[in-house]
């Protein structure tokens, strides 16, 4: 398309050369606007109280100041969020990748009796389902409550991933399989030596969805979870950021453990950075396989 | 490629039972997920016999007492059902107007960013906000608006002379709420997009050009039917979630002041069982959203299947 444009520059009018800077202004603001709030939050955790009080909005604080840091290192709930949370991603993301690829390669192969049940299975768990109750009803009745359990196993397989994987593996060349069977070779041989080499891509990709989900995830800590000692990062970080004030959004006084003074400005900032700088790290080196995972599944439907 | 040629020793030879011991390794590698399928996502579907008895944890499912559709009639009766209607729809149709095209808009605009570094600095940029959870918007988001010292509210301030409290007032919630989405996941459903536009052949731009078509036109005649199927799939899965708000933004973001506007189904169910520990009623809450959002899924693909689209199953 670049070439295209280049060709036909010259004849372009005053107004669509107007329009032409005015989609870049465009969206240069958008991109701007997703990572400003990044950086006030970055400086503001290493600023002094004072100075956040006094002036509106910075991205390099005047005062330099680790505070807030110090305030969250003792206070230890937001590391211990991050090392639970941790536990859960990296177990989680491997529950998810062993059920969801043993699930799919049976599915991608055609000539399975009994696929288009298998199917039908999976489909109509997409259009219905039991609803928040009666699954939460089961976790408990499993006596998974409290337990990360009930983090890592209740989303063990998301079709959506799922079906991403399957159409994979229907690409890989049947003779590769043909070759392998000739060999003697059993199925579930050539899962392991064949397919699942052959996928890398495409599984670095669903791990990571996977992984960043857990990561992210707060409702399901949130139902499943009380123990204090079990807490993941986005609940700990709710409690610091959002609880202050002593009131709970719903107006119920909060407990602020052996703390006792609710938490200040730099320290929710300070709390916001350390549990963001984990993805915000990894993000640079992996965005090429978020961007490739969403094609492979954008191609197939 | 070969892809329908089915390797050689598994033709349609033997019987049935043979054909399925041959495949016996098969079959074992999809044990697993299914025990998970029927465990998490079948059993809770034959769970919702509960909505229609009066549910005790201490009686089970087998002794609790048959109610029939009573807490349906409670639900439907009640003033709660249309205050939870009118939030849940409001929410769903603003992201539908205006959550929805805006990734759309945004894929046209880069796709006619020629500068090829600015472009790939844009997208880095806009796909970061998928990344972080919505604990860390929401606190962003007090960070910003809050009306002692937040940044945009000293801004908006500025410019209206009035105090404006986004995150309490009940009439700027579902703004807020739409506002939020469009700010997280705008830049990353562009991917899909873009991905469909890298597909279109440049000799059409080039042939529709030669026909004297200006940038509108050509977004208009070339670009846009190229994304038309993305889009009709996309639309398709929104408006079977039509009921679907999500859990993690709207608990985050509700409060005891804009809960007039905040409160919506998911929330609901999870206020009345989990909290409240009103299990039958709150499964019938839950499975009229999941019937609700059945009957949208299936006309919406329905619908697209007789535009002539592929749809989605």
């Known amino acids: 398309m670049a070439a295209a444009n280049s060709k036909n520059k010259i004849k372009r009018s005053v107004g669509d050369q107007i329009v032409q800077v005015l989609i870049y202004v465009f969206v240069g603001l958008f991109a701007v606007s997703t990572v400003l709030p990044f950086l006030y939050v970055v400086a503001g955790s290493f600023a002094t109280e004072r100075e956040l009080t006094q002036r509106a909005f910075f991205v390099i604080p005047h005062e330099f100041s680790l505070n807030a840091y110090r305030y969250i290192i003792n206070d230890g709930a937001i590391f211990r969020g991050l090392k639970n949370s941790l536990f859960v991603t990296i177990v989680g993301t491997l529950v998810n990748m062993a059920f969801t690829t043993t699930f799919a390669y049976p599915l991608s192969r055609k000539y399975l009796k009994g696929r288009n049940f298998f199917m039908n299975m999976v489909i109509v768990t997409m259009l219905f389902s039991g609803g928040m109750i009666p699954g939460y009803l089961l976790i408990s009745n499993l006596g998974m409550l409290d337990s990360y359990s009930a983090l890592i196993i209740p989303g063990a397989i998301s079709v959506f991933n799922m079906v991403i994987v399957k159409n994979f593996f229907q690409e890989i060349p049947a003779e590769l399989e043909e070759a392998a069977k000739i060999d003697g070779c059993s199925d579930i041989g050539i899962f392991f030596k064949i397919i699942l080499p052959l996928s890398k891509p495409v599984l670095a990709s669903i791990s990571l969805f996977y992984a960043v989900g857990h990561w992210n995830d707060y409702f399901s800590a949130m139902l499943y979870i009380r123990d204090p000692n079990k807490e993941v990062v986005q609940i700990a970080l709710r409690r610091i950021v959002l609880l202050a004030g002593g009131a709970n959004p719903d107006g119920s006084p909060i407990d602020f453990g052996d703390l006792g003074a609710p938490p200040e400005k730099a320290v929710k900032m300070a709390a916001t950075v350390v549990s963001t700088v984990p993805i915000l790290v990894v993000y640079p080196f992996v965005q090429k396989y978020f961007t490739q995972g969403v094609m492979v599944g954008a191609v197939k439907g | ?313």
């Open chain 2, 1 to 313: 490629m070969a892809k329908n040629a089915q390797p050689a020793t598994i033709g349609k030879k033997g019987s049935l039972w043979k054909q399925i011991y041959q495949q016996r390794g098969l079959y074992l590698l999809l044990l697993p997920g299914l025990i998970y399928l029927i465990v998490f996502k079948y059993f809770p579907m034959f769970g919702v016999i509960i909505a229609f008895q009066n549910f005790s944890p201490f009686l089970g499912f087998f002794k609790s007492p048959w109610v029939g559709f009573e807490q349906f009639r409670l639900f439907f009766a009640g003033n709660d059902f249309w205050v939870l209607m009118r939030n849940t729809l409001g929410i769903s149709l603003l992201n539908l107007l205006f959550y929805f095209p805006a990734p759309i808009i945004l894929a046209l605009f880069l796709n006619e960013i020629k500068c090829s570094w600015y472009k790939r600095f844009a997208q880095t940029l806009v796909y970061i906000p998928h990344f972080i959870s919505f604990v860390i918007v929401a606190s962003l988001s007090y960070t910003l608006f809050n009306v002692n010292d937040g940044i945009i509210h000293e801004i908006l301030q500025a410019i209206t002379g009035k105090s404006i409290d986004i995150l309490s007032k009940p009439k700027y919630f579902w703004g807020l709420i739409v506002g939020q989405s469009i700010w997280k996941e705008c830049g990353y459903g562009t991917i899909v997009f873009l991905a469909a536009l890298s597909g279109v052949d440049v000799q059409l731009y080039e042939a529709a050009k030669v026909d004297g078509a200006g940038r509108w036109r050509l977004m208009w005649h070339v670009t846009l039917p190229a994304i038309k199927s993305t889009i009709v799939i996309m639309l398709i899965m929104r408006v079977g979630s039509i009921l679907n708000t999500g859990y993690d933004q709207i608990f985050l973001m509700r409060n005891s002041i804009n809960v007039s506007r905040a409160e919506v189904i998911d929330t609901y169910v999870y206020m009345r069982g989990v909290s409240g520990g009103q299990y039958s009623y709150s499964t019938a809450v839950g499975l009229f959203k999941s019937i609700v959002g059945m009957i949208m899924v299936i006309s919406a693909d329905r619908l697209a299947k007789k535009m002539g689209e592929s749809g989605l199953y």
